[in-house]
């Protein structure tokens, strides 16, 4: 069956139609336990209100909806699946000719669009919406609503410079003012060779990065050889931004899909971990494949040439439990994955293809029956 012959674009339509309307459905349901769950917090605060609750549940919502995605493409899969069973119009596609493979052929293409899209285009927002749900609990624990904390535990940093020198910057406590100027408190920065041999430190009881620039105050300079310097202020040259520091406290689904590559660079070159960052420009990737993995599944359990044929209600249950443990095991692989347990990109593309090979093989073996 082609894409776009009639019969394509009706069952295409079918499985978008149930996917917006169970996204719609399921979307509600999660913003009306988040909206319960801001209720409860704001109980017994008067410096917070309604706007609070609203802004949580929308900024939460992405955040869900991104780790249970392939679960709702497969309630979607099998409401439509039940409904063209139910409705007889699958028998009478069979019977016209049409395999199981040509029938699915344009709605594993529209799953897979579906996926793309997600990631292209809904994946940018997501994150920045992850972003600003993190800012909002902080604004919210601190009762400070300019709050742009990044980290409470400190920062270490480490820079590149040229060839043969490499800093090391340490500050206790860093936050965000309005206009982008990042100040810092007690810092600390060390100047290595290429053999960690330490050239000298400087050492500031503040200090603000603003222009590529540190500018630092209450300042003492240790240095080998030389007697300490006792400085009221000084400025330090330096390729850093608040954006690159910024990007060491978020999490990784806080950044998009086109942005992870640079911060990945950025982390591997700075001599950090990139693993969470990494593992997750993976399975981004693997994303639209699980959704037609997530169909496949959903078609063995509810595409039925006829609906005497054993308890449809008891298929669809079985249908739903696989789901589930299917989903579960893909986020304890992912967990293995993040943790070094297994390469990073087995942890991303393993599940993915076992069910789509597990699902192929048990539609190939109900399609030869």
Same mark, same amino acid.
């Given at each position: 069956?082609?894409?776009?012959?009639? &019969?394509?674009?009706?069952?295409?339509?079918?499985?978008?139609?149930?996917?917006?309307?169970?996204?719609?459905?399921?979307?509600?349901?999660?913003?009306?336990?988040?909206?319960?769950?801001?209720?409860?917090?704001?109980?017994?605060?008067?410096?917070?209100?309604?706007?609070?609750?609203?802004?949580? @549940?929308?900024?939460?919502?992405?955040?869900?909806? %991104?780790?249970?995605?392939?679960?709702?493409?497969?309630?979607?899969?099998?409401?439509?699946?039940?409904?063209?069973?139910?409705?007889? #119009?699958?028998?009478?596609?069979?019977?016209?000719?049409?395999?199981?493979?040509?029938?699915?052929?344009? =709605?594993?293409?529209?799953?897979?669009?579906?996926?793309?899209?997600?990631?292209?285009?809904?994946?940018?927002?997501?994150?920045?919406?992850?972003?600003?749900?993190? +800012?909002?609990?902080?604004? *919210?624990? +601190?009762? %400070?609503?300019?709050?742009?904390?990044?980290?409470?535990?400190?920062?270490?940093?480490?820079?590149? =410079?040229?060839?043969?020198?490499?800093?090391?910057?340490? @500050?206790?406590? &860093?936050?965000?003012?309005?206009?982008?100027?990042?100040?810092?408190?007690?810092?600390?920065?060390? #100047?290595? %060779?290429?053999?960690?041999?330490?050239?000298?430190?400087?050492?500031?009881?503040?200090?603000?990065?603003?222009?590529?620039? !540190?500018?630092?105050?209450?300042?003492?300079?240790?240095?080998?050889?030389?007697?300490?310097?006792?400085?009221?202020?000084?400025?330090?040259?330096?390729?850093?931004?608040?954006?690159?520091?910024? #990007?060491?406290? /978020?999490?990784?689904?806080?950044?998009? !899909?086109?942005?992870?590559? %640079?911060?990945?660079?950025?982390?591997?070159?700075?001599? !950090?971990?990139?693993?969470?960052?990494?593992?997750?420009?993976?399975?981004?990737?693997?994303?639209?494949?699980?959704?037609?993995?997530? =169909?496949?599944?959903?078609?063995?359990?509810?595409?039925?040439?006829?609906?005497?044929?054993?308890?449809?209600? *008891?298929?669809?249950?079985?249908?739903?439990? =696989?789901? !589930?443990?299917?989903?579960?095991? &893909?986020?304890?692989?992912? @967990?293995?994955?993040?943790?070094?347990?297994?390469?990073?990109?087995?942890?991303?593309?393993?599940?993915?293809?076992?069910?789509?090979? /597990?699902?192929?093989?048990?539609?190939?073996?109900?399609?030869?029956?």
């Amino acid at each position: 069956m082609k894409y776009n012959s009639i &019969l394509g674009r009706y069952v295409s339509k079918q499985i978008v139609v149930a996917f917006l309307l169970s996204l719609i459905a399921i979307s509600g349901i999660i913003m009306m336990f988040d909206s319960i769950e801001a209720l409860r917090r704001i109980s017994g605060r008067d410096d917070t209100g309604m706007s609070y609750v609203v802004k949580y @549940a929308i900024t939460k919502l992405p955040e869900t909806l %991104d780790k249970i995605l392939p679960f709702v493409m497969m309630v979607a899969a099998m409401m439509t699946f039940w409904r063209l069973s139910k409705n007889n #119009e699958y028998v009478i596609i069979r019977s016209s000719g049409v395999s199981a493979w040509h029938f699915l052929k344009p =709605v594993l293409i529209s799953v897979f669009l579906i996926g793309v899209i997600n990631v292209a285009l809904f994946n940018p927002i997501s994150s920045k919406m992850y972003e600003m749900h993190a +800012t909002l609990k902080y604004r *919210f624990i +601190t009762r %400070d609503p300019t709050a742009m904390l990044f980290s409470s535990k400190g920062l270490w940093l480490r820079e590149a =410079v040229g060839k043969n020198k490499v800093l090391i910057v340490q @500050a206790k406590s &860093l936050r965000q003012e309005k206009d982008e100027t990042l100040s810092m408190q007690d810092v600390s920065i060390l #100047e290595m %060779d290429n053999n960690s041999q330490i050239i000298r430190r400087i050492e500031g009881l503040v200090g603000a990065l603003k222009d590529k620039r !540190f500018k630092l105050r209450g300042v003492q300079i240790f240095e080998e050889g030389q007697k300490t310097q006792t400085l009221s202020q000084y400025e330090y040259e330096t390729t850093i931004t608040p954006q690159r520091i910024k #990007e060491n406290f /978020v999490d990784p689904d806080a950044i998009s !899909f086109w942005a992870l590559p %640079d911060t990945i660079r950025f982390y591997e070159t700075s001599g !950090f971990s990139a693993v969470r960052h990494q593992m997750r420009y993976l399975s981004l990737w693997a994303s639209p494949f699980l959704l037609v993995a997530m =169909v496949l599944i959903a078609s063995l359990f509810s595409l039925r040439p006829s609906m005497r044929q054993g308890s449809v209600m *008891f298929m669809v249950v079985v249908g739903v439990c =696989v789901g !589930f443990v299917t989903y579960f095991s &893909l986020q304890l692989i992912y @967990a293995f994955g993040i943790n070094g347990y297994i390469p990073i990109w087995l942890a991303a593309w393993a599940p993915t293809c076992i069910v789509l090979l /597990v699902g192929t093989n048990c539609l190939l073996i109900k399609e030869e029956g």
